[in-house]
Protein backbone atom coordinates (compact mmCIF):
# COMPACT_ATOMS: atom_id res chain seq x y z
CA UNK A 1 0.00 0.00 0.00
CA UNK A 2 1.09 3.49 -0.30
CA UNK A 3 0.76 6.74 0.67
CA UNK A 4 2.41 8.73 -1.58
CA UNK A 5 1.49 12.31 -1.26
CA UNK A 6 0.18 12.08 1.89
CA UNK A 7 1.11 13.85 5.20
CA UNK A 8 0.70 12.25 8.49
CA UNK A 9 1.06 13.90 11.92
CA UNK A 10 1.64 11.42 15.03
CA UNK A 11 1.26 13.06 18.75
CA UNK A 12 3.90 12.08 20.95
CA UNK A 13 6.10 9.90 18.31
CA UNK A 14 9.79 10.17 20.18
CA UNK A 15 9.12 7.24 21.80
CA UNK A 16 7.07 3.87 22.22
CA UNK A 17 3.47 3.36 19.87
CA UNK A 18 4.13 6.76 18.36
CA UNK A 19 7.08 6.56 16.76
CA UNK A 20 6.46 2.61 16.21
CA UNK A 21 3.41 4.02 14.21
CA UNK A 22 5.43 6.91 12.42
CA UNK A 23 7.66 4.08 11.11
CA UNK A 24 4.97 2.45 9.58
CA UNK A 25 3.16 5.34 8.14
CA UNK A 26 6.73 6.57 6.71
CA UNK A 27 7.66 3.00 5.35
CA UNK A 28 4.59 2.98 3.15
CA UNK A 29 5.69 6.29 1.90
CA UNK A 30 3.77 8.90 4.02
CA UNK A 31 5.15 12.22 4.52
CA UNK A 32 5.44 11.95 8.71
CA UNK A 33 5.57 14.70 11.43
CA UNK A 34 6.88 13.97 14.67
CA UNK A 35 6.41 15.43 17.81
CA UNK A 36 6.41 15.56 21.35
CA UNK A 37 7.03 18.48 24.11
CA UNK A 38 10.75 18.56 23.92
CA UNK A 39 12.94 20.20 21.23
CA UNK A 40 16.35 17.91 21.70
CA UNK A 41 18.53 17.86 19.27
CA UNK A 42 18.09 13.83 19.11
CA UNK A 43 14.48 14.64 18.47
CA UNK A 44 15.60 16.12 15.12
CA UNK A 45 18.00 13.67 15.07
CA UNK A 46 15.38 11.07 14.91
CA UNK A 47 13.55 12.85 12.25
CA UNK A 48 16.36 12.68 9.72
CA UNK A 49 16.89 8.76 11.02
CA UNK A 50 13.71 8.34 9.84
CA UNK A 51 13.66 9.97 6.69
CA UNK A 52 16.83 8.24 6.11
CA UNK A 53 15.37 4.78 6.67
CA UNK A 54 12.68 4.91 4.37
CA UNK A 55 13.39 7.40 1.86
CA UNK A 56 10.42 10.01 3.23
CA UNK A 57 10.13 13.49 3.93
CA UNK A 58 10.10 13.47 7.68
CA UNK A 59 9.89 16.60 10.07
CA UNK A 60 9.99 16.67 14.03
CA UNK A 61 8.01 19.36 15.37
CA UNK A 62 7.83 20.44 18.94
CA UNK A 63 4.09 21.05 20.17
CA UNK A 64 3.26 20.36 24.31
CA UNK A 65 -0.03 18.79 23.59
CA UNK A 66 -1.04 19.82 27.21
CA UNK A 67 -1.39 23.15 25.73
CA UNK A 68 -4.44 24.38 23.82
CA UNK A 69 -2.75 26.40 21.52
CA UNK A 70 0.37 24.41 20.54
CA UNK A 71 -2.12 21.63 19.79
CA UNK A 72 -3.79 23.67 16.68
CA UNK A 73 0.12 24.98 16.02
CA UNK A 74 1.31 21.71 15.48
CA UNK A 75 -1.42 20.77 12.48
CA UNK A 76 -1.11 24.48 11.19
CA UNK A 77 2.51 23.65 11.57
CA UNK A 78 2.36 20.91 9.43
CA UNK A 79 0.63 22.52 6.87
CA UNK A 80 -1.35 19.57 5.91
CA UNK A 81 -2.43 16.79 7.51
CA UNK A 82 -4.46 13.80 6.18
CA UNK A 83 -3.80 11.59 8.64
CA UNK A 84 -3.99 12.24 12.60
CA UNK A 85 -2.66 10.08 14.84
CA UNK A 86 -3.41 10.89 18.37
CA UNK A 87 -1.00 9.34 20.35
CA UNK A 88 0.25 11.35 23.26
CA UNK A 89 -0.22 10.05 26.41
CA UNK A 90 0.91 9.91 29.79
CA UNK A 91 -0.06 7.93 33.27
CA UNK A 92 -0.01 8.27 36.90
CA UNK A 93 -1.59 5.46 38.91
CA UNK A 94 -2.39 6.22 42.92
CA UNK A 95 -6.00 5.56 44.44
CA UNK A 96 -8.81 8.08 43.68
CA UNK A 97 -8.12 9.77 47.52
CA UNK A 98 -4.38 10.17 46.92
CA UNK A 99 -4.61 11.06 42.98
CA UNK A 100 -2.76 14.57 42.68
CA UNK A 101 -5.18 17.11 41.11
CA UNK A 102 -2.27 17.93 38.96
CA UNK A 103 -2.20 14.90 37.43
CA UNK A 104 -5.76 14.43 36.61
CA UNK A 105 -5.49 17.81 35.30
CA UNK A 106 -2.50 16.91 33.04
CA UNK A 107 -3.69 13.43 32.24
CA UNK A 108 -7.22 14.84 30.94
CA UNK A 109 -5.23 17.57 28.78
CA UNK A 110 -3.17 15.32 27.11
CA UNK A 111 -4.87 12.23 26.58
CA UNK A 112 -8.15 13.51 25.70
CA UNK A 113 -8.32 17.30 25.00
CA UNK A 114 -5.38 17.48 22.68
CA UNK A 115 -7.14 15.37 20.67
CA UNK A 116 -10.14 17.54 20.85
CA UNK A 117 -7.75 20.49 19.34
CA UNK A 118 -6.06 18.63 16.92
CA UNK A 119 -9.02 17.36 15.39
CA UNK A 120 -10.92 20.49 15.06
CA UNK A 121 -8.01 21.98 13.35
CA UNK A 122 -7.35 18.92 11.00
CA UNK A 123 -11.16 17.91 10.16
CA UNK A 124 -11.06 20.96 7.93
CA UNK A 125 -7.90 20.42 6.04
CA UNK A 126 -8.96 16.66 5.34
CA UNK A 127 -12.08 17.98 3.87
CA UNK A 128 -10.44 20.56 1.72
CA UNK A 129 -8.03 17.67 0.77
CA UNK A 130 -11.03 15.61 0.08
CA UNK A 131 -9.62 12.47 1.95
CA UNK A 132 -8.49 12.45 5.87
CA UNK A 133 -7.93 9.48 8.63
CA UNK A 134 -8.11 10.12 12.44
CA UNK A 135 -6.90 7.18 14.26
CA UNK A 136 -7.00 7.99 18.08
CA UNK A 137 -4.51 5.63 20.37
CA UNK A 138 -6.85 4.82 22.95
CA UNK A 139 -6.49 1.59 25.18
CA UNK A 140 -8.23 -1.36 26.63
CA UNK A 141 -8.66 1.16 29.12
CA UNK A 142 -10.93 3.22 26.75
CA UNK A 143 -13.63 0.19 27.33
CA UNK A 144 -12.41 -1.34 30.50
CA UNK A 145 -11.67 0.46 33.94
CA UNK A 146 -8.61 -0.96 36.44
CA UNK A 147 -8.15 0.42 40.07
CA UNK A 148 -5.92 3.33 40.44
CA UNK A 149 -6.14 4.61 37.15
CA UNK A 150 -8.79 6.91 37.80
CA UNK A 151 -7.91 9.51 35.29
CA UNK A 152 -6.21 7.62 32.55
CA UNK A 153 -9.58 5.21 32.35
CA UNK A 154 -11.56 8.25 32.29
CA UNK A 155 -10.14 10.11 29.58
CA UNK A 156 -9.71 7.18 27.42
CA UNK A 157 -13.12 6.23 27.64
CA UNK A 158 -13.57 9.96 27.01
CA UNK A 159 -11.79 9.57 23.58
CA UNK A 160 -13.51 6.66 22.47
CA UNK A 161 -16.43 9.18 22.72
CA UNK A 162 -15.16 11.64 21.03
CA UNK A 163 -14.02 9.37 18.29
CA UNK A 164 -17.69 8.43 18.37
CA UNK A 165 -19.04 11.67 17.93
CA UNK A 166 -16.12 12.95 15.19
CA UNK A 167 -17.15 9.76 13.15
CA UNK A 168 -20.82 10.12 13.05
CA UNK A 169 -20.19 13.94 12.09
CA UNK A 170 -17.70 13.28 8.99
CA UNK A 171 -19.23 9.61 8.25
CA UNK A 172 -20.68 11.49 4.75
CA UNK A 173 -17.02 13.15 4.31
CA UNK A 174 -14.35 10.58 2.96
CA UNK A 175 -12.58 10.68 6.03
CA UNK A 176 -12.63 7.56 8.77
CA UNK A 177 -12.32 8.08 12.27
CA UNK A 178 -11.19 5.35 14.79
CA UNK A 179 -9.67 4.26 17.87
CA UNK A 180 -6.52 1.78 18.30
CA UNK A 181 -7.16 0.02 21.99
CA UNK A 182 -4.06 -1.58 22.69
CA UNK A 183 -3.88 -4.01 25.24
CA UNK A 184 -0.39 -3.85 27.71
CA UNK A 185 2.97 -2.94 25.36
CA UNK A 186 6.41 -2.71 26.63
CA UNK A 187 7.30 1.01 25.99
CA UNK A 188 8.69 3.40 28.81
CA UNK A 189 4.86 4.38 29.61
CA UNK A 190 4.24 0.66 31.11
CA UNK A 191 8.12 0.11 32.33
CA UNK A 192 7.44 3.63 34.20
CA UNK A 193 4.30 2.34 36.35
CA UNK A 194 5.15 -1.25 37.13
CA UNK A 195 7.43 0.51 40.21
CA UNK A 196 3.90 2.15 41.70
CA UNK A 197 2.04 -0.32 41.10
CA UNK A 198 4.19 -2.67 43.15
CA UNK A 199 3.49 -0.35 46.00
CA UNK A 200 0.09 -0.29 45.66
CA UNK A 201 -0.34 -3.88 45.57
CA UNK A 202 2.68 -4.70 47.78
CA UNK A 203 4.25 -6.99 45.27
CA UNK A 204 7.93 -7.16 43.75
CA UNK A 205 8.28 -5.94 40.10
CA UNK A 206 8.28 -9.16 38.68
CA UNK A 207 5.38 -10.49 40.42
CA UNK A 208 3.37 -6.94 38.98
CA UNK A 209 4.23 -7.96 35.62
CA UNK A 210 2.83 -11.44 35.84
CA UNK A 211 0.17 -11.27 38.46
CA UNK A 212 -1.23 -7.71 37.55
CA UNK A 213 -0.06 -6.37 34.25
CA UNK A 214 -0.47 -9.80 32.05
CA UNK A 215 -3.24 -11.22 34.08
CA UNK A 216 -5.23 -8.74 32.29
CA UNK A 217 -4.55 -10.41 28.81
CA UNK A 218 -5.37 -13.73 28.43
CA UNK A 219 -2.60 -13.67 25.72
CA UNK A 220 0.15 -13.73 28.04
CA UNK A 221 2.14 -11.54 25.84
CA UNK A 222 2.48 -8.35 25.27
CA UNK A 223 0.94 -7.02 21.99
CA UNK A 224 4.28 -4.72 20.32
CA UNK A 225 4.51 -1.42 18.77
CA UNK A 226 4.63 -3.02 15.19
CA UNK A 227 1.06 -4.81 15.70
CA UNK A 228 0.19 -1.23 16.34
CA UNK A 229 1.70 0.27 13.33
CA UNK A 230 0.27 -2.86 11.11
CA UNK A 231 -3.36 -1.63 12.18
CA UNK A 232 -2.97 2.12 11.87
CA UNK A 233 -1.59 1.12 8.36
CA UNK A 234 -4.49 -0.91 7.57
CA UNK A 235 -7.05 1.83 8.87
CA UNK A 236 -5.57 4.08 5.96
CA UNK A 237 -5.91 1.60 3.21
CA UNK A 238 -8.89 1.33 0.77
CA UNK A 239 -9.56 -1.77 2.68
CA UNK A 240 -10.71 0.34 5.70
CA UNK A 241 -13.06 2.80 4.08
CA UNK A 242 -16.04 1.94 5.62
CA UNK A 243 -14.50 1.54 9.07
CA UNK A 244 -15.23 4.32 11.11
CA UNK A 245 -16.24 5.04 14.64
CA UNK A 246 -14.63 2.05 15.86
CA UNK A 247 -12.63 1.03 18.80
CA UNK A 248 -10.60 -1.48 18.04
CA UNK A 249 -8.76 -3.55 20.56
CA UNK A 250 -5.42 -5.13 20.13
CA UNK A 251 -5.67 -6.57 23.53
CA UNK A 252 -4.64 -10.61 23.14
CA UNK A 253 -8.19 -11.06 23.98
CA UNK A 254 -8.33 -8.92 27.55
CA UNK A 255 -11.70 -7.25 26.58
CA UNK A 256 -13.53 -10.38 25.19
CA UNK A 257 -13.74 -11.03 28.63
P1 LIG B 1 5.60 6.46 25.82
O1 LIG B 1 5.81 7.08 27.14
O2 LIG B 1 6.66 5.64 25.21
O3 LIG B 1 5.16 7.55 24.75
C1 LIG B 1 4.37 8.66 25.07
C2 LIG B 1 4.68 9.73 24.09
O4 LIG B 1 3.91 10.90 24.43
C3 LIG B 1 6.16 10.16 24.14
O5 LIG B 1 6.61 10.41 22.83
C4 LIG B 1 6.11 11.44 24.94
O6 LIG B 1 7.18 12.30 24.65
C5 LIG B 1 4.78 12.00 24.48
N1 LIG B 1 4.25 13.03 25.36
C6 LIG B 1 4.06 12.98 26.70
N2 LIG B 1 3.60 14.17 27.14
C7 LIG B 1 3.49 14.96 26.05
C8 LIG B 1 3.09 16.32 25.87
N3 LIG B 1 2.72 17.10 26.88
N4 LIG B 1 3.11 16.82 24.61
C9 LIG B 1 3.53 16.06 23.55
N5 LIG B 1 3.92 14.79 23.68
C10 LIG B 1 3.90 14.24 24.92
O7 LIG B 1 4.24 5.61 25.98
P2 LIG B 1 3.43 4.65 24.98
O8 LIG B 1 3.16 3.43 25.74
O9 LIG B 1 4.06 4.57 23.67
O10 LIG B 1 2.05 5.45 24.90
C11 LIG B 1 1.58 6.05 23.71
C12 LIG B 1 0.06 6.05 23.75
O11 LIG B 1 -0.42 4.71 23.78
C13 LIG B 1 -0.51 6.75 24.98
O12 LIG B 1 -1.67 7.50 24.62
C14 LIG B 1 -0.91 5.58 25.86
O13 LIG B 1 -1.95 5.89 26.74
C15 LIG B 1 -1.35 4.57 24.82
N6 LIG B 1 -1.38 3.19 25.29
C16 LIG B 1 -0.23 2.58 25.70
C17 LIG B 1 -0.32 1.27 26.13
C18 LIG B 1 0.90 0.51 26.59
O14 LIG B 1 0.72 -0.57 27.14
N7 LIG B 1 2.09 1.01 26.39
C19 LIG B 1 -1.54 0.60 26.16
C20 LIG B 1 -2.67 1.27 25.74
C21 LIG B 1 -2.58 2.56 25.29
Redesign the pocket.
Known amino acids: MSLNGKTAVV ?10 VAHALAGAGAKVVL ?4 DREEDHQLARDMAEKHGTDVRYIQ ?5 PA ?1 CRALIEKAGACDILVN ?5 HVAPVEDFPAEKWD ?1 IIA ?2 LS ?1 SFHTIATAVPMMREAGWGRVIN ?5 GLRASPYKAA ?1 VAA ?1 HGIVGLMKTVALETAKDPITVNAI ?10 E ?1 QIPDTAKEYDMSEDEVVEKVILAKQPSKE ?2 T ?1 EQIGGLALFLCSDAAEQITGQPIAVDGGWTAA
Open positions: TGSNSGIGLGNSFTGDMSKENAGIQAINAIASAHYKCPGYVLTPLVAFAV
